[in-house]
Every structure is written in structure tokens, then in C-alpha cells.
């Protein structure tokens, strides 16, 4: 006494993410997974702020994989929160071996509403801080999607003040692209908005762009938010940033993401452009005039 309804497309995708989830098992126990990183700096200074970890899969047969191939499949499977984990004991070993070797880096990791809202997240966070007591939770940030963030907002700001009470940070990735109400950014307890690079790209050129990117720079001020733009490519959207009053920021004309070991000997050679440090030392002269 019913009718059922098969849809081939959706049973290709099933399988599909099925074959996906094997391989990535296969991936985590052949140590094929790794972490990029890409610094986020202070522009007009030079001052390296920290690292962000971006997870890549150095697949046997089709080489470096990016991210955005196989984690957007992943992002309603709770087998997210196996790779989510996975990052987060990755990232602790690299903090551990760089304070090993007597330098200290910030890392910030990407969660998603899956691993957010997880019921043993700050479980895990907290056998990590206890198995090493040596590391500095300080150096441990947290980057959340703000619709993850509103998806189950009292759940998310429990959690999130969790995390802080660990002395862990918490950052609101991707901010302005949501639909969080300034309510949500009053209860929501994080340190920093990241401004999405879809407002950096055109805001040279386009005034509605730049008007919104000033507006996130006022937030967070408003707020008491630090802020920092994704996405910079060029050194006149940098000097526009610094002109904002957004001088942190992370993009490719700062640095692509890097593996771990290439990152100190770039944070030693690291020098912001001429034009940054000329245009931020010109700006403070006219605001003290």
C-alpha cells in the first residue's frame, strides 16, 4: 500500500561518497593526508600573526589534492569529525615539534557545525591539552563558518565558551557571507572576524564591496572583534586594507599555504612590500598631523 521512488542520481551520489569515505580510511592510515600552511601577517609591520592549516591529500595516483574535491562531500557525514580530529592531532604535533625547536607559532583550524556541535568536541580538546601540558592552548585558534555557528546558536556559544575557558581562540570564518544577525555576533563569544576574500577580490573596484568591508571593520571595532581579510592578491588591496584600518590578513600575495617544513625558513625571509611599510608609515603621519 505505497509507492517508492528510487532516484539514480542520488544512489550514484550515495555510492560515490560510500567509495570517497573508503578511500580517505585508506588515506589516514597511509599517512596520505597532510597539512598546508599559510601565514596570516600583520601588513604593515611584517609581524607574522600565525598560520592557518589547510588539509590536503597527497593521493598515490592523482598527486596533491585540494581540499575543495573531496571535504564539501564530506561536509554532512559524521566522517568529518574523523578527519576534523585528525587535523586537530596534526596540528598539535606541529605546534609541539616547532616549540621544540624554540619556535612559537599560532595555528588556526577549520571546524565545521558537524564537529562543533559533536558531543565529545571539547573532550577532545581537552585530551590533547592534557597529554600536553607543555603546549600553550594560546596557540591553538579555532576558524567556524558563521552559518555553522547559527545553525544551532545556544549550543554553538556553550561550546565556543568552552573552548575559550581552555584558553583556546575562536575566530568567525568567512564573515559577511552568512545570514547571522548582529544578535548572533553579540551572543556568539569569539576574538576575531575574518573577513571572506569574495569582499577583498573586487572592493578596488567595486564601492559596494569596499562599503562592506568597511562595515565589518566598524563591527568588529563596535564589537571588540580584531578582524583580518582573506584573499589579498595584490599590494593595492593591501594598502586599501591599511587604509581601512585592516592591516592583518592572509592571501597569496602574502604567501600560498606551504608545508610545515618550509615554514620557518619563510617567516625568517618574510618582509611586507615596500609599499605596505611606505603607505602605513604615510598614513601615520597624517593622522598625527
Partial sequence: ARVSWFDP???RKQNALA????????AIKNNELCLFYQPKVNMATGQVLGLEALLRWQHPERGLVPPGQFLPQLEQHPFSITVGNWVIET??????????RGTSMRI????????LLDSD???ILEQQLRRHPELN????DLEILESAAISDIN???EVLRECQNLGIGVSLDDFGTGYAALEYLKRLPAETLKIDQTFIRE???????RAIVRGIIGLADAFGFGVIAEGVETEKQGCMLIELGCPNAQGYHIAKPMPAEMVEDWVAGWQPPLTWQRYSFDLQETLTT
Wanted: net charge negative; proline share 2%.
Fill in 9 to 11: 542520481q542520488v544512489g
Fill in 19 to 26: 567509495d570517497l569515505i573508503r578511500e580517505l580510511e585508506t
Fill in 91 to 100: 596540528a598539535v604535533a606541529q605546534l609541539l615539534a616547532w616549540q621544540a
Fill in 108 to 115: 588556526s583550524i577549520n571546524v565545521n557545525a558537524l564537529q
Fill in 121 to 123: 568536541f571539547v573532550k
Fill in 137 to 140: 592552548p594560546g596557540n591553538l
Fill in 155 to 157: 549550543r554553538a556559544a
Fill in 203 to 209: 572592493m578596488h573596484r567595486d564601492s559596494g564591496d
